[in-house]
């Protein structure tokens, strides 16, 4: 028993551990449209039953540029389904997970990484 609960927590650590840069791990899909010192910004592509590798993301937007269904595989174990789209936008606090194409559309997105802290302006009245 101590063994199978060893061994889970080793996957689960080493699942977020491992996670890396998406444009490194699968550039094929990725491709690095601007980078400064506040965000970067990455246009996304694949096809019906494309997987990415485990990678991270930092906080980020994504903007669908056309419809499209997908899974996210998360670090915890959570399995997302996430369908969107064209105009739709989503903001997320950052994530390490693994993405499928679960829909019968290509995928194409813009996605907004943001750099550093985020800093947070009182609404004009």
């Known amino acids: ?9 080793m996957l689960c650590s080493s ?3 491992s996670a890396q840069d998406a444009a490194q791990t699968d550039g094929d ?8 010192a506040q965000v970067r910004v990455l246009e996304y592509r694949d096809l019906p039953g494309e997987k990415t ?12 540029m056309a ?5 996210l595989h998360l670090s915890d174990g959570r399995i997302l ?3 969107f789209k064209v105009g739709d936008v989503m903001y997320s606090d ?3 997970h693994i993405g499928e194409n679960v829909g019968t559309s290509p995928t194409h997105v813009l996605l907004i990484e943001m750099k550093g802290e985020m800093v947070t302006r009182p609404a004009k009245d």
């Open 1 to 9: 028993m101590i063994r199978h609960i060893f061994l889970a927590a």
């Open 67 to 71: 419809p499209f269904r997908r899974q």
């Open 53 to 64: 590798h485990l990678h991270k993301h930092p906080q980020f937007v994504v903007v669908a």
């Open 29 to 36: 899909k990725y491709k690095v449209v601007l980078e400064n």
């Open 94 to 96: 950052g994530e390490s």
């Open 81 to 83: 389904t996430r369908e």
């Open 15 to 17: 699942f977020g551990a």
